[in-house]
């Protein structure tokens, strides 16, 4: 059992390159999420996808672009790589309800370095 | 999202009791409270939840008073596997739910 997938785990980019994400989850969850998190610090939310066919944006969504690409698949891009964006990167899903709380699951992270 | 406050950090030893408390003034009837444990190097994982009194599963214990407006979380004999971040999250399940962390509180146990 799978769960929450990334790829890839470590990347080293340098300034202006672009490159994807990707996430994928085995446990047919509906939500999805992506996170970053710089040393020391906690958890920011990046983009979310509430379901297949949506995404809206969380607190940090600037310099990246989301595709919720089926309901197992949810990638992140960063088109125009900025060392500020140099950062773990994790991605989540969990099976929401409505009035019924779930808990959410994640993926064991990408460390990414802009140069 | 209810705002959450949690000590930024807290240090223990092998063998004692735990216990961190978040405060959620302006939780709301519909709120539920998750604890999330994060170890280095790793994605959070989900601890407990609760919604009001107490809950005990093989991790830990959440209380939550009455008024619910804080919450506290209880680990029982602490050994050095249990240094990690712990997170507060304090919010209601809709069709479209965001799930917020905070900056959460890095627990150091010591031998």
């Known amino acids: 059992n799978a769960g929450v997938t990334q790829t890839p785990k470590f990347q080293v980019l340098k300034t202006g390159q672009s490159m994807t994400l990707q996430c994928a989850q085995d446990m047919n969850h509906n939500s999805m999420y992506w996170y970053r998190q710089d040393p020391g610090m906690g958890l920011r939310l990046i983009y979310y996808s509430a379901s297949e066919g949506t995404t809206d944006k969380g607190e940090v969504p600037n310099g990246y672009n989301v595709s919720r690409l089926n309901k197992r698949e949810f990638s992140l891009r960063l088109e125009s790589a900025a060392p500020s964006q140099t950062s773990v990167y994790f991605c989540?899903?969990?099976?929401?309800?409505?009035?019924?709380?779930?808990?959410?699951?994640f993926g064991q992270g990408t460390r990414l370095t802009v140069v | 999202l209810a705002k959450t406050t949690q000590p930024i950090s807290m240090d223990s030893y092998e063998g004692q009791e735990v216990n961190i408390t978040c405060s959620h003034n302006?939780?709301?009837?519909?709120?539920?409270i998750t604890w999330y444990q994060q170890f280095p190097s790793q994605g959070p994982r989900f601890i407990i939840q609760g919604y009001k009194t107490k809950v005990t599963n093989e991790v830990a214990s959440l209380f939550i008073p009455a008024d619910r407006k804080s919450s506290t979380l209880s680990l029982p004999r602490v050994s050095l596997s249990d240094t990690a971040v712990y997170y507060c999250?304090?919010?209601?399940?809709?069709?479209?739910?965001?799930?917020?962390f905070g900056a959460g509180t890095t627990v150091t146990v010591r031998a």
């Open positions: 989540a899903s969990s099976e929401v309800r409505v009035q019924v709380n779930t808990e959410a699951f």
């Open positions: 999250l304090v919010g209601r399940v809709t069709n479209d739910y965001k799930l917020s």
């Open positions: 302006n939780i709301a009837t519909n709120d539920y």
